[in-house]
């Protein structure tokens, strides 16, 4: 007994230390250089103030819509509270209590794995499993980010956890398991829409349960009424708040999709491919048709010919490796079947990348794993330690690369007089340098704290609101540069649109599309000659209409406000 504590206590310190690893890493290591927030990231820090400050769950709105500020509908209210909660404990501002739950999370995964899987597999299998899963490209290019996603999935794999737990209890009815998975998948759903997966493949596999007469009917019927009792107390809540402020029990909405079914089917194979493998070359094997349906073919003979040997290992199974495998294969097929869905119907701005993907990865290679163990074979374990290396080595390379050219990337910008020149003028790396840009926006003081100082009858509009919400505190309305890039008709269509007598000032930074189109050179050109407020800098333009105080001119060399940012 004594032995099997001293493993346990073991592999417990071990899926800490890896998880520090990780975020030291690809997180800590290279934050001098990344600007960790998103303009998601600014709905979630911007609704998190506001509902401290007694305002509730609302964002900035566009510069069309009649008033200010909107309630937060396009992601669940879960994570802002959580951002809320922790800044009201703390003391420290959303902003950065959002990349201190992001990396805490990512680094507690590890341990979360082992905490779910360990009840039906080797934990030598976990401990593989979690070092693929936190040091997957998508995770790495996720994870160190301001967002909900590592939340998300630490809140799942717990609500996993639980419900396997409960499975392996002595009790006959394990209400408290069952009430805490329930609960827990809740608040995971009010982290994310794509939690919405968790509850089908929870729901499937008590329906499997029940129809193999795992359990009694009796019992699953229990056993369902105990979670959904978990899961209401975090759901009716955000009922009840999304019926009062938008009339109906979703209010997610979007503009339709110029991707299809089957292209976001390949995009998301391709996007598993890379970060299972780490290797862009297996991949692209996604948008090969005829091997897709040679896989396809075979995969289904596999399974045909394997069916005796699948029947035995599932009725010789114990309840709980039933649970197991039931619930990580419907989490992987309902998961990936509704990132599909939902990206064929709503246009997200990207296609399906390895972001998308993170949530289910972790489940496919659990299955896989329980799979493998099923066969009873002593090399199991051997064969699946070394491939696990192999692929550690293939996520390494992979990881190291994209950080080493970000990080050359970045040295070459700081190093130069006029930061936002070399950007135009580096090969096209689109989010290294929309990432960049930002970083050298947040990082000039100066302009931060005079637009801080705006009086707050001022409208402050920008093309950049989610980096300016975020470092002033204030309610940025988003703008477009216009298709003309006429920096005089943008003032004159902010001015007309907000009502000649209110005050307001425009701040236009450059993003990659705009540098490498010539827009920003067309924007400096076409400057207001007359009745407005006009300041330049390299890296801004801000015109304001009296009787708003115009910002100062720019009293630092662009290189060095890139330089004084990357000290900080």
Not at 516 to 521: A, L, N, Q, T, V
Request: proline share 6%; aromatic share 8%; glycine share 6%.
């Amino acid at each position: 007994m004594t032995k099997i504590l001293h493993s346990c206590h073991f592999h417990y310190a071990f899926a800490v230390l890896i998880g520090v690893l990780a975020v030291t890493m690809y997180a800590i290591n290279p934050a001098d250089f990344r600007y960790p927030y998103t303009p998601d990231s600014a709905a979630y820090i911007e609704s998190a103030r506001h509902f401290m400050a007694g305002e509730g769950l609302v964002t900035s709105s566009p510069l069309t819509h009649p008033s200010p500020t909107v309630p937060l509908a396009l992601f669940p209210p879960g994570h802002p509270l959580l951002l809320a909660l922790c800044s009201a404990l703390t003391g420290v501002d959303p902003a950065r209590a959002s990349v201190f739950i992001a990396w805490v999370s990512w680094a507690l995964l590890p341990v979360a794995l082992l905490f779910a899987l360990s009840p039906v597999l080797d934990r030598r299998a976990i401990q593989c499993i979690s070092l693929l899963t936190i040091t997957s490209p998508g995770m790495v290019e996720t994870g160190w980010r301001a967002l909900s996603d590592t939340t998300f999935l630490l809140l799942t794999i717990s609500a996993f956890a639980f419900l396997l737990r409960a499975m392996r209890s002595t009790q006959n009815v394990p209400g408290a398991a069952l009430f805490i998975s329930g609960l827990l998948c809740g608040a995971a759903y009010l982290s994310r829409n794509s939690g919405t997966a968790a509850f089908a493949a929870i729901a499937a596999s008590f329906m499997v349960l029940a129809l193999t007469q795992t359990l009694r009917l009796r019992t699953v019927i229990t056993w369902t009424a105990w979670w959904s009792a978990g899961a209401l107390t975090a759901l009716v809540p955000l009922w009840v708040r999304n019926l009062q402020t938008f009339g109906t029990l979703q209010p997610y909405k979007m503009s339709p999709s110029d991707i299809g079914l089957l292209q976001n089917s390949r995009s998301f194979l391709q996007s598993t491919l890379l970060d299972v493998s780490g290797l862009p070359s297996v991949s692209m094997l996604a948008w090969d048709g005829k091997l897709l349906v040679a896989a396809t073919l075979a995969s289904l003979l596999a399974l045909y010919l394997s069916r005796n040997r699948l029947k035995a290992a599932w009725l010789s199974a114990d309840p709980t490796a039933r649970l197991a495998a039931t619930l990580l294969g419907t989490y992987v097929v309902a998961g990936g079947s509704m990132v599909i869905l939902a990206r064929t119907l709503y246009q997200w701005g990207e296609p399906i990348n390895v972001r998308h993907v993170i949530q289910y990865d972790w489940a496919l290679l659990g299955l896989l794993a329980i799979a493998f163990a099923a066969q009873n074979i002593k090399q199991v374990v051997i064969v699946s330690m070394l491939g696990t290396l192999v692929l550690m080595l293939a996520h390494y390379q992979y990881n190291y690369a994209r950080i080493t050219a970000e990080r050359e990337t970045y040295t070459v910008i700081a190093e130069t007089a006029d930061p936002i020149r070399a950007i135009a003028l580096e090969p096209n790396r689109g989010v290294v340098f929309t990432n960049k840009l930002k970083l050298i926006v947040s990082g000039d003081r100066e302009l931060i704290e005079e637009v801080r100082a705006l009086p707050q009858n001022t409208v402050i509009a920008s093309n950049a609101a989610d980096v300016f919400s975020i470092q002033t505190g204030r309610i940025i309305r988003g703008v477009a540069e216009g298709k003309d890039c006429d920096s005089t008709q943008v003032a004159r269509e902010v001015e007309s649109t907000i009502g000649g007598n209110v005050p307001f000032v425009l701040i236009l930074t450059p993003s990659n599309e705009t540098l490498r189109s010539g827009c920003w050179e067309h924007l400096r050109r076409t400057l207001p000659q007359d009745g407005y407020q006009v300041s330049t800098r390299a890296h801004a333009l801000i015109i304001g209409n009296p009787p708003s105080p115009a910002p100062q001119e720019e009293r630092r060399e662009p290189r060095d406000t890139f330089q004084t940012d990357a000290k900080e």
